[in-house]
């Protein structure tokens, strides 16, 4: 197993508040990793320091052997990372097509020039791209909503156009924020084979931040407890759901 | 309702898919090339003016309707925009040369003031451009070496290839050709990755840079855009005008300009034109109206100010979505009768936590 993405003694601290203190994981090329913990644990934190919304205080982390700490926010998406919104970030007065289109932003759309005047090669190239869409779209069931308006859509519907969009992107490293919440448990066995896809048919590598554990054991690999900032546990389910401080940690005693 | 049948994804792509469409806005354009043929030449002068002030509002709406960012400064960018023109013109550049030029001008302005927006949006962005917008004109009226001053100066007659492009009908085809190619380009701009990165700037800032979409760049460049756009109008207006002084390009056309894009109905083109056409209009409307009116009425002053606000108050009461959302639901009407349903257009309410690190 080669270690796709490596955080070493990464520390974050908003004034005096160590929201992550020492946090060091790694995830490995291929598998699914879920990280679960209470609430403010600083879960959604260690994904926005990866994804450079927050800047670490301390620490490294790497992306396939490249240090990203310092990368400007919108790089990382070139280097194949996506992720979800734990509240769904959709571009919402746009159709479904134009946010799964707008997940192609890092492969090019062409000179300026050429989208004024509408190439031949920037036809082709939107073709591209809308195959790709399509594809999404099929994978994920989309397409009775391809042309619908995002704001209109049920929350179900739209946390899926996220994950699509985030496919669009075509990731080697993919971060779901609670993909599961507010979906009722029909939904949520799709999500659990469509995470199970995304592994074995894309060879896409999954983190994703959850809380429902029967979504967990179902397709996580590999489980990191966090609380307060710290990495509590790490095991296979059976093993994190078992450990004592992450039983202490939830129940509070 | 009219289902289509595509095997291949271009064929989606298409501007005018339908050939009732093809053929309505063929019969469009026929119509305003022949209009010089038969109207007199004060309608002529008129509908130059209207298609200068479509441009300015596609300027804007790029900038507000697309991109999301306010700017209650845009008069500034005609003033920019029809004083470089003037003043190339007087050092005896050729029009076809300076009315680029000019717009270049007010696109490198409108990058200048698109910085403050990479810290600033909303109502404090409204302030900067607002406050922008006051420096222009007082630096119009005391650079006297260049524009005159408060005195004004006369704007060259425009000539292409050594013809005149002065009489009203020439100029009304000068003005046509440049709002057909700005709608055109813009069409094809927003359709595109350009026009993608806009609207997903305007709509989630957090989502924007998760797909590596550079937001500071997005907004600074959507504002030399806008501001380029604006300036060519501008060049267009000051043959307009003739004689350029300051006070042409106060903060009402700027207030004029935000209504044309909120009543047209943000993030679309056909709203800007309609919007354009409907705000330059209303003055005329007005008028018209205070011949009908008692006499005690029609003195009344601030009428065409009543007019103005009471229109805006009706579309943001009525039709959030503005003419351009009217038209829709008209097209719907007719496409899907006598099937048409109203709460196909009622947007959902939805509740949802919208914390957002921005």
Redesign the interface.
Known sequence: MTALLELDEVELAFGGLVAIGGLSLRVDKGEVLAVIGPNGAGKTSML?LV???FNARRGRIRFKGQDIAQL???????LGI??T?Q????????TVL?NL???R??F???G?WQ????TPA??RL??SH??KA?EVIEFLDLSPWRNARV??LP?GVRKVVELG?ALC?EPELLFLDEPASGLNPEETRDLAFWIEDIRTELGITVVMIEHDMSLVSAVADRVICMAQGKMLAEGTPAEVQGHPDVIAAYLGT | MRFDYHTQYRQGFALLPHTSDRVLYGLLIALLLAVPFFASTYLLGELGYVLILCIAAMGLMVLTGFTGQVSLGHASFVAIGAYAHAWLMTQGLPFALSLPLAALISAGAGLVVGIPAIRVSGLYLAMVTLAFSIVVEQVIGLWRGVTGGFMGMLVPNPELLGLSLSSPRAFYYVCLFFTLAVLLALLNLMRSGIGRSFVGVRDSEAAAYALGIPVKRVKVGAFGLSAGVTGLAGALMAHHIGYLTPDAFTLLLSLDLVLMVVIGGMGSLRGAILGAILISLLPRAVAALKALLPDAMARQSGMEIFVAGAVLAFFVLFEPMGLNGRWLKLRALGESFPLYRRDTFRRQKSYMRSERNR
């Open positions: 926005n994804t450079r919304v400007p926010r919108a790089r990382i998406a070139h996506a992720r919104f509240n769904i970030e959709l571009f919402d007065a746009a134009d289109l707008l997940g932003h890092r090019g759309s062409g300026w989208q004024v005047l509408r920037l036809t939107e073709e809308r195959a399509e704001a209109g929350y969009r992107a």
